[in-house]
């Protein structure tokens, strides 16, 4: 194919997706000539992806693990007002720099920045300053995309990686500090101790609104922070973020039959529905796309379909619970639902991030006595899921 085209595979997005995409591709087909089409000046954005240990298969680690910034090999917490609990299951870091780094030092020239596509065929990728790049086969992979086909409550935050005059005390990542004040639905603070003195903090929430608000939230970390009593030298980084919660919706309609085009990660709805994260679902689906190569344009569009319908289908457990969160749950009360779920094990609760709950999880999650009325969580159950 390379000979009449630019490339064998063509990917639009460097983000999270993409990048793996095309390291799955390098490693699994080195013979396969790639291109990764990024409209910013550096892959990945400003962004902090973070994933347990069970998250990713043991068979699919060597796709992430280079990538890892950080990594905390003696688990979590997490804080409710009346229950706290540490949790064994580690956890890890990628950031945005170490997954520009890592794809760069891999694919080299193929990496193409500051390139905004304008126009995709299932073949072609015509650019902003009209340069057509012709490839076997083309996938887009540029993020959310049209929503509006979904029925969705969101999870917003902003983030910031501090680094403090003395040691901030934490022996490992604080994954939900629900123990803040609860507004515009259920916030937490989420911490991730890089070392002694930097910490990163985000202040995030399960709100029914997609708006983001960084100058407030920032305020809200502030006042964090002089609560725990720590005192900031420097702000390193910062980074926000809205991630669809989907709890209904009409997969036709999001992508229909007859668009011509690939598609990978959140523009394929390949992210876990009840929390937004999209690195175990892009790992699957990249080392997936590799498997089955080789594929033109058009299969490859049928092929990444087929995949993100069944990953829908698969995920109307997680979407009805979803409607229960965001439509039986009074938003000051939503955090009583995640201090409940941190009650259970541990083994269901890794089951649940994976994507891979049993029946018998399916069942021990919404038995009991239920964290939100009963009345409202009938009429949540009962209501159309789109």
């Keep these: 194919m390379a ?7 063509a990917i639009v997005g460097g983000g999270l997706s993409g990048s793996l995409i095309a390291l799955a591709f390098a490693a699994r087909h080195p013979d396969v000539s790639l291109r990764l089409v990024e409209s910013a000046g550096m892959l990945a954005g400003q962004h902090i992806w973070s994933f347990f240990d069970g998250d990713v298969a ?3 680690r060597w796709l992430v693990d280079p990538l890892i910034a950080h990594r905390w090999p003696d688990g979590h917490e997490v804080r409710f007002p009346g229950h706290s609990r ?8 990628i950031t945005s720099a170490s997954l520009d780094a890592h794809v760069r030092t891999i694919l080299g020239d193929a990496v193409m920045t500051g390139a905004q596509a304008t126009q995709l065929t299932p073949t072609s990728i015509t650019l902003s300053d009209g340069y057509i790049l012709h490839a076997g086969a083309v996938i887009d992979a540029r993020g959310g995309g049209d929503l509006s086909a979904l029925r969705c409550g969101w999870q917003k935050f902003v983030g910031q990686m501090l680094r403090l005059r003395t040691t901030h005390g934490l022996a490992r990542p604080v994954i939900m500090d629900a123990t803040v004040e609860q507004q515009d639905g259920y ?24 708006d983001l608000d960084p100058p407030t939230l920032n305020d809200q970390i502030a006042a964090y922070v002089r609560a725990q009593g720590w005192q900031v030298e420097a702000i390193l980084h910062s980074e926000s973020g809205v991630l669809p919660v989907v709890h209904g919706g009409d997969f036709d309609r999001f992508w229909p039959e007859d668009d011509p085009v690939a598609r990978a990660g959140v523009r394929a709805a ?10 175990p679902d892009a790992v699957r689906f990249a080392l997936c796309l590799a498997d089955d190569w080789p594929m033109d344009g058009p299969l490859l569009a049928h092929v990444t379909r087929g995949r993100a319908q069944f990953h829908w289908r698969q995920g109307r457990y997680y979407r009805l619970l979803g409607r229960m969160l965001f439509g039986a749950a009074r938003p000051e009360q939503r955090w009583r639902i995640f201090e409940r779920f941190y009650r259970l094990s541990p083994a269901l609760i890794g089951r649940f991030y994976a994507g891979c709950p049993t029946f018998r999880d399916r069942i021990r999650i919404l038995c009991g006595r239920p964290p939100v009325p009963i009345r409202d969580a009938m009429r949540a159950l009962l209501s159309p899921p789109a």
Excluded: I, K, Q
Excluded at 191 to 204: G, K
């Design 3 to 9: 000979d009449r085209n630019d490339c064998d595979l």
């Design 187 to 210: 916030r937490f603070v989420y911490l991730l101790p890089w070392d002694e003195r930097t910490v990163f903090v985000e202040d995030t929430y399960y709100s029914d609104r997609s």
């Design 58 to 60: 043991a068979g699919d």
């Design 270 to 279: 390949m992210f876990h529905p009840m929390t937004g994260y999209s690195l």
């Design 86 to 93: 540490r949790l064994a299951a580690p956890y890890n870091s």
